[in-house]
């Protein structure tokens, strides 16, 4: 297995919205530069970047190059516009191959009004999967392995609604992407879902959390935390990962930051470095 980080935070205000910040091109060569001298070396990053740099991709694996960087992963996502959704996925799916990425995250389409958790929907996780196998399709036309990241304020969240996916779903065009902390939030211990979910397992995003549920009710995912802040048993689920040989790649990531993406990045190299042993 291979360690990543994903640098979209760098390229969105946390404090604003998630507004881009003004120069997205510049943020992303300083978020290279940071993580690759934490010996980070697999890159994810979100969709959109991509139309940055859609119509020159030699340029941006030059970039990718001065940093002696790998781009594995687009961050796609749905919205309540499916023929768009198909498009850019395309679009995306294309410009993956060509800057030599092997995988397409794929979140379904998210609410930001409460109640944010909300009763299973059947019928809902059915039209994702469904959706999900069209992308699947596409993604794999192109040498690129879709993983579905459940995700919270998403349909597809909890281990239950995971099961009624993976069931729905083929396993033959998608994959999963599973999150420490989106599924402790979720109510489920991350290991006994990691251990449950295995065989449709293809990528993994690391992070941590802090236990106290009385914590930013407003947003419960700013109680997201850097490796080794919060409660998760990374050394649990590291070890399951080696006992299954796992090949995919374990991608560090973090929505909030307490100082500035370096510091956070730093206490992660340093978990992984001092605790897992890795890096």
């Known amino acids: 297995m291979q360690v990543g980080y994903t640098v979209w935070t760098w390229l969105s205000d946390e404090h604003d919205n998630w507004a881009r910040v003004a ?3 510049l943020a992303f060569e300083q978020a290279l530069r940071e993580v690759s001298h934490l010996g980070f070396r697999n890159i994810e990053n979100f969709n959109w970047f ?3 740099y859609i119509d020159d991709p030699e340029g941006f694996k030059s970039l990718m190059d001065k940093y002696g960087c790998r781009f ?6 749905l919205t309540p516009d499916w023929e768009s959704d198909k498009k850019k996925g395309l679009e995306y799916a294309e410009f993956a191959q060509k800057v030599g990425a092997k995988y397409m995250n794929l ?5 930001k009004d409460q109640p944010y958790n909300r009763p299973t929907n059947p019928e809902a996780i059915a039209t994702y999967a469904e959706k ?6 596409i993604a794999a036309d192109h040498g690129l392995t879709v993983c579905v990241h459940p995700h919270a304020n998403t349909p597809v969240f909890t281990e239950e609604q995971i099961g009624l996916f993976v069931e729905k779903s083929d396993p033959k065009y998608v994959s999963l992407c599973l ?14 879902v990691f251990k449950k979910y295995y065989d449709r397992l293809a990528y993994v995003h690391l992070k941590d959390i802090d236990p106290d549920p009385n914590l930013n009710p407003e947003w419960p995912m700013k109680r997201f935390r850097a490796l080794g802040q ?7 689920i590291y070890k399951f990962l080696q006992s299954k040989d796992f090949q995919g790649i374990i991608c560090v990531e973090l929505d909030y930051q307490k100082v500035c993406h370096y510091e956070s990045a730093q206490y992660s190299r340093n978990y992984l470095h001092d605790v897992l042993g890795v890096m």
């Open 107 to 111: 979140q379904m389409q998210t609410w």
């Open 72 to 77: 594995v992963n687009l961050y796609h996502y």
């Open 132 to 137: 999900a196998n069209c992308i699947g399709k």
């Open 23 to 25: 120069n997205p091109k």
């Open 179 to 192: 999150d420490t902390a989106h599924i402790y939030l979720s109510g489920s211990d991350p290991l006994t």
């Open 50 to 52: 991509a139309d940055y």
């Open 230 to 236: 919060g409660c998760i048993d990374f050394s649990g």
